[in-house]
């Protein structure tokens, strides 16, 4: 062992005494050549370096995921009956005080919703924006009436790149938001929504609901979106929902249950209801209105005394009482803050 380890130095000095220039100018001359081309690597990265930053600092989309150049964020609704605008109310209220970080935005139908309505959208915090209807294709038919104004949605899309947000969440007016979903501004993924639930066989589908989405503000997807209204295939009886569920069927996320808590979820599992409510971000009213029932027309505007009335209801809202009383809680809480500028509006 030693013997080969004598013989290895030997052989590695032997090398090393060759490697040594011959005169001591030379090494001096190889040191300053070695300098100058690390100089020259040194600059050439540099420069490389900056133009990088510049680069992606200049593109809108850069490299680096969306979240690292954050943007704006918006939450829409959609107001098409003074009917729902104490609803509505409600809900802004509740983004609000989950210290949701986006602008809150209103699309109302220009004709239907009175200045009334309006002014009570406005008192609780949201930037009313006037849009015109969507008709239904094939001029409605086969749709529920119920659904008929729901195309009007789409504009989300439109009118949120008019306005300069780069990423956006709907949220129907019967949802109520109940923990910040903030997260969902920066997701890295075009289009959202949670699968539905069904009262019938179907129980959980895999077509999603269109209550809530998460969205990219985009002029040329909207504009996409219309030119294939008429052409889409797909069950029109389910109007707005049917159609996105076509046009995003393979390109979209979908997003867990606590994003669009679905009350049928309490008929079809009623486990899973109790599990979700401990973490729940947004719960949607599809069965029960805690602010509407079939009672009151959709033109009507409703006092906060004829809510009240609705939503402390005996009977068959005894199964709904703890998911009323959420909405209840918030509602008051808004009453409490804000009621004075909200009653005024009923002058
Ligand atoms: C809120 O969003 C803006 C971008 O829209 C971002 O710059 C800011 O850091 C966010 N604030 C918080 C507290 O997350
Ligand atoms: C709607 O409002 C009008 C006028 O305020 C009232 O006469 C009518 O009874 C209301 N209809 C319903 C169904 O509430």
């Known amino acids: 062992m030693t013997r080969l380890f004598g013989v290895f130095r030997r052989i590695s000095r032997t090398d090393y005494y060759e490697q040594i220039p011959k005169s001591a100018q030379l090494g001096v001359e190889r040191k300053r050549r070695l300098l100058i081309v690390a100089a020259r690597i040194f600059a050439v990265l540099t420069i490389l370096?900056?133009?990088?930053?510049?680069?992606?600092?200049?593109?809108?989309?850069?490299?680096?995921?969306?979240?690292?150049?954050?943007?704006?964020?918006?939450?829409?609704?959609?107001?098409?009956?003074?009917?729902?605008?104490?609803?509505?109310?409600?809900?802004?209220?509740?983004?609000?005080?989950?210290?949701?970080?986006?602008?809150?935005?209103?699309?109302?139908?220009?004709?239907?919703?009175?200045?009334?309505a309006l002014c009570i959208t406005e008192a609780a915090g949201w930037e009313n924006h006037a849009v015109s209807l969507i008709s239904p294709p094939h001029g409605g038919e086969g749709i529920f009436y119920r659904f008929v104004d729901q195309y009007t949605k789409l504009r989300v899309w439109s009118v949120g790149e008019v306005l300069g947000f780069d990423s956006a969440v709907y949220l129907d007016a019967d949802t109520l938001v109940r923990r910040n979903f903030d997260e969902l501004f920066g997701m890295p993924w075009e289009f959202g929504a949670t699968t539905d639930v069904y009262l019938d066989d179907r129980k959980f589908a895999i077509t999603f609901n269109a209550g809530v989405l998460a969205f990219r503000p985009s002029m040329r997807t909207f504009d996409d979106m219309v030119g294939k209204l008429e052409k889409?295939?797909?069950?029109?009886?389910?109007?707005?929902?049917?159609?996105?569920?076509?046009?995003?069927?393979?390109?979209?996320?979908?997003?867990?249950?606590?994003?669009?808590?679905?009350?049928?979820?309490?008929?079809?599992?009623?486990?899973?209801?109790?599990?979700?409510?401990?973490?729940?971000?947004?719960?949607?009213?599809?069965?029960?209105?805690?602010?509407w029932n079939t009672d009151i027309a959709n033109d009507n505007l409703t006092t906060p005394e004829q809510v009240r009335g609705i939503n402390g209801a005996e009977g068959a809202n005894q199964w709904w009482r703890e998911e009323m009383g959420w909405w209840r809680e918030v509602f008051e809480d808004l009453m409490n803050e804000k009621g004075a500028a909200i009653q005024a509006c009923y002058q």
């Open 49 to 116: 370096l900056i133009l990088g930053i510049f680069v992606s600092y200049k593109r809108p989309d850069n490299l680096f995921s969306s979240s690292s150049s954050p943007g704006r964020s918006a939450v829409f609704t959609t107001l098409y009956t003074n009917a729902y605008a104490l609803g509505a109310a409600t809900l802004g209220h509740s983004i609000l005080r989950a210290n949701v970080n986006a602008s809150l935005v209103l699309l109302y139908l220009d004709d239907r919703v009175s200045s009334q």
């Open 232 to 291: 889409t295939d797909y069950p029109l009886g389910e109007a707005e929902q049917g159609f996105l569920n076509v046009y995003y069927r393979k390109d979209m996320v979908r997003l867990p249950y606590t994003y669009n808590a679905n009350l049928a979820t309490k008929y079809a599992d009623e486990g899973m209801w109790n599990e979700l409510k401990e973490t729940m971000k947004v719960v949607h009213y599809t069965l029960v209105k805690p602010f």
